[in-house]
């Protein structure tokens, strides 16, 4: 009531408040509508569809893990000492 008597008694006739609505709605349709045809002129390639290429795969069973080269390399050989024991009779035996 304060804001009646502030603002004068003044009031806004429905058809002024049908017509901002209207007004509001048709800009914020024609406004999406835009977006879509803007996008579809810049870029008209991503509208187009190709055609599913079949690309067929041959199963070669278990694939083996990629690993780096060092693990397929041997430590290098070292020399071996000849190995020696006793028989029971107390002669040497190498081996």
């Not at 304060?2 to 002024?16: H, Q």
């Not at 810049?42 to 694939?63: L, M, N």
């Amino acid at each position: 009531m304060e804001a009646r008597n502030t603002l004068g008694r003044s009031r806004i006739s429905t058809s002024v408040v049908v017509t901002f609505a209207v007004a509001l709605l048709a800009a914020l349709l024609l406004g999406g509508a835009g977006g879509y045809l803007v996008r579809t002129a810049i870029s008209p390639a991503s509208s187009k569809t190709g055609t599913p290429v079949d690309v067929r795969q041959t199963y070669s069973g278990p694939q083996q893990p990629v690993v780096p080269d060092w693990v397929y390399r041997r430590p290098s050989a070292q020399p071996t000492l000849p190995q020696e024991t006793t028989d029971p009779n107390g002669n040497v035996i190498r081996y």
